[in-house]
């Protein structure tokens, strides 16, 4: 059972309610065709799965804690990551692709544990450490979905790593990735689809293991 999000008192925590229950207005079931092989993927026009190559870099990054988070050892484990990148002050996607996120991590229930969530900002000069921390708390994010943050240089060598950067954070495509382990491709799921979805290549991760 997904938790209620309308508990806050503050407009910024009921407009997060508000996101996450439109979310639940999307079709759950959409006709999927998926290409594992040369990195086209293939779909409907709501979304489509494609498998790609990440040359993780070795980057330093923020946490919300102001602790430093070397990217390339925290993705270099073998646990199952779930990654996406957004903005606080994004009017559009962000707040859709962070709903994503959280319905499917409390679906996932005690599971969600496994998997490591990773969001982070394309606009560092304005998500500070502190600013990430408000933003996690809006969606109510567990100890295991971590915000962060960093220098514009190593966010943007971050973004081109995964072939999401396309110039400035007005223009950034609806990507969520998910990795079973270093040893393996990225899902990258394209489009701003149902948590089902998500939760289902989650899932995946999970039994492959």
Not at 98 to 104: D, L, M, P, W, Y
Not at 109 to 138: F, Q
Not at 186 to 198: C, E, K, L, P, S
Request: proline share 7%.
């Amino acid at each position: 059972m997904r938790r209620s999000r309308t508990g806050g008192t503050s407009r910024h925590k009921a407009g997060c309610a508000a996101v996450a229950a439109l979310l639940l207005l999307l079709p759950a079931t959409r006709s999927l065709a998926q290409d594992r092989h040369g990195g086209g993927g293939r779909g409907d026009p709501g979304y489509k799965i494609t498998e790609v190559a990440v040359a993780v870099p070795d980057v330093t990054l923020t946490g919300t804690d102001g602790r430093p988070v070397p990217l390339r050892a925290l993705l270099g484990d073998d646990r199952p990551v779930m990654l996406q990148f957004i903005f606080t002050t994004c009017p559009t996607i962000c707040p859709l692709l962070t709903g994503i996120s959280a319905t499917v991590r409390d679906d996932l229930g005690k599971d969600r544990e496994k998997i490591r969530a990773i969001s982070i900002t394309i606009d560092p000069e304005h998500d500070t450490p502190s600013v990430l921390r408000e933003y996690a708390a809006n969606f109510d994010a567990d100890p295991e979905w971590l915000f962060l943050t960093g220098s514009l240089p190593d966010v943007v060598t971050v973004q081109k790593a995964f072939g999401s950067y396309l110039g400035n954070k007005m223009n950034h495509p609806p990507y969520t990735f998910l990795r079973r382990s270093p040893r393996d491709s990225w899902v990258r799921v394209d489009g701003i689809v149902h948590a089902d979805v998500i939760e289902r290549e989650a899932r995946k991760l999970l039994v492959a293991r």
